[in-house]
């Protein structure tokens, strides 16, 4: 198989959010998979309701999930290529003009339900003559065009619903342009696939018939070529069913990074949810690409719980290695010999990445140490052993303890970890201790 090349779709009419991040993870998990391209195109046809500052912000949060684009387009940019492709279908009688206003076709569509017929376009505007259209156009309409579909039963293999076929008598020929001139989404899209050599659509459910369509018009413009493979994923809904789009702004990848969340943890969520594979933490996305197929996708729809990621976030930091966090770390000054031992000592206790910085604290800087059982400490900090610590010093120092106290469990314990670390709870206090060291917990234990 050559190499596959995928694409994202985004309208740049808005932030990224957890539901249309899933096809733009499935594309590029695909891409990463099968060693192939993915492309990133702004649909931004629409110039009223697309932006840059969305593009941009699109951007940025694809790249905080760690999707890497090998090409970026912009719809806007490429109209001539659309023209050229509407006059060719136009020369060939495919795509004609039509002059009804919104009012006429529902009424007609209002008859036709009466009559118990398809609400099916009924090619009208075929059957008008050059005097009727100038006659039209005199009294300032202008047309819409659409595409005649070819008739019969449109087939594809679809890589998560199987097979699937829609008889194309179901369909009205679809509107490819406004009377204003401006384009719909469906005829730039196809000439686009074609121009860059998309070979697999990958995009949610809703756009499945859409798929009838845009074969039909891979064919016409396309003829010596196969159509794209497509394959569409269920979509991502609320943990009562309902669209996430409603909520978009508190799921927007945005906001989800300044809560804190892990990018691996929204985009192991955004992935395995509706799947055959539990929702578990990843360590890359190259990793995921490995283990995950398409076919894995369940064909009802994905119920996401937003508490999945909280909890995600916290399993995902605790099975990162030093090395995949060292830049984060660096970041925060986190840096020196003691940086990798203090990653692996805590990382299982973090809610968010930034907690390091207060575990950070604890053995680098000043903490305010809570005193309980000052008989305890004072005994503690009488056997405080000599440097150089190491993971079997804590255990040592609290056995003679225990021996020398009477105390034993939390009485023991829980003075010890609030003099040393100024938290009820936290990492093992035998990774702790070493980094800690020798002259601050000396001083910790003694009240300073
Ligand atoms: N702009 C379209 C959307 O966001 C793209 C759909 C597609 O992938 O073809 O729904």
């Given at each position: 198989m050559t190499s596959p090349i995928v694409r994202f779709a985004p309208s740049p009419t808005g932030r990224l959010h957890i539901g249309n991040a899933r096809p733009a993870l499935l594309n590029y998990l695909y891409a990463l998979a099968h060693n192939g391209r993915f492309v990133l195109r702004f649909d931004d046809t629409d110039l009223a309701r697309s932006s840059e500052e969305f593009a941009q912000a699109i951007e940025v949060d694809l790249s905080w999930l760690g999707v890497a684009p090998h090409l970026t387009l912009r719809q806007s940019r490429r109209v001539a290529l659309y023209d050229a492709a509407a006059g060719a279908l136009r020369d060939s009688g495919q795509l004609y003009p039509c002059y009804e206003t919104p009012d006429e076709l529902e009424?007609?569509?209002?008859?036709?339900?009466?009559?118990?017929?398809?609400?099916?376009?009924?090619r009208a505007a075929l059957r008008l003559t050059a005097d009727e259209r100038a006659r039209l156009e005199a009294e300032g309409r202008r047309p819409h065009w659409r595409f005649r579909l070819e008739p019969g039963v449109v087939a594809w293999r679809d890589l998560v619903r199987g097979d699937c076929a829609i008889d194309c008598a179901s369909l009205s020929d679809p509107v490819l342009l406004r009377e204003d001139g401006s384009y719909l989404y469906t005829l730039p899209s196809v000439v686009d696939d074609i121009d860059v050599g998309i070979?697999?659509?990958?995009?949610?459910?809703?756009?499945?018939?859409?798929t009838a369509v845009q074969i039909r018009l891979f064919e016409a413009l396309a003829p010596a070529h196969r159509p794209p493979v497509f394959a569409h994923h269920n979509l991502l809904v609320g943990s009562s069913g309902e669209a996430l789009s409603k909520r978009s702004g508190a799921l927007s990848i945005g906001s989800l990074r300044e809560e804190g969340y892990e990018a691996l943890a929204v985009a192991a969520v955004a992935v395995l949810t509706g799947s055959s594979d539990s929702v578990h933490p990843i360590r890359s996305l190259a990793e995921l690409a490995k283990e995950f197929d398409l076919a894995h996708l369940s064909r009802n729809a994905a119920r996401f719980d937003p508490a999945d990621l909280g909890s995600l976030t916290h399993r995902t930091l605790a099975r990162l290695d030093y090395d995949d966090v060292r830049e984060r770390l660096e970041a925060h000054e986190i840096v020196g010999f003691k940086a990798e031992p203090f990653w692996l000592a805590v990382r299982g206790n973090l809610t968010r990445f930034a907690d390091v910085l207060e575990w950070w604290r604890v053995v680098e800087g000043e903490i305010a140490p809570v005193r309980e059982d000052a008989d305890l400490l004072a005994a503690a900090l009488a056997s405080l052993p000599q440097e150089p610590f190491d993971e079997t010093t804590w255990g040592a120092w609290t056995a003679a303890l225990k021996a020398t106290t009477g105390r034993k469990g939390k009485a023991l314990f829980h003075p010890l970890r609030l003099a040393l670390t100024g938290a009820e709870n936290g990492p093992e206090l035998s990774l702790l201790l070493p980094l800690i060291g020798h002259a601050r917990a000396a001083a910790r234990l003694a009240g300073g």
């Open positions: 009424k007609r569509r209002k008859l036709q339900q009466a009559r118990g017929l398809p609400p099916v376009y009924d070979t697999h659509v990958i995009r949610g459910e809703d756009h499945v018939t859409n």
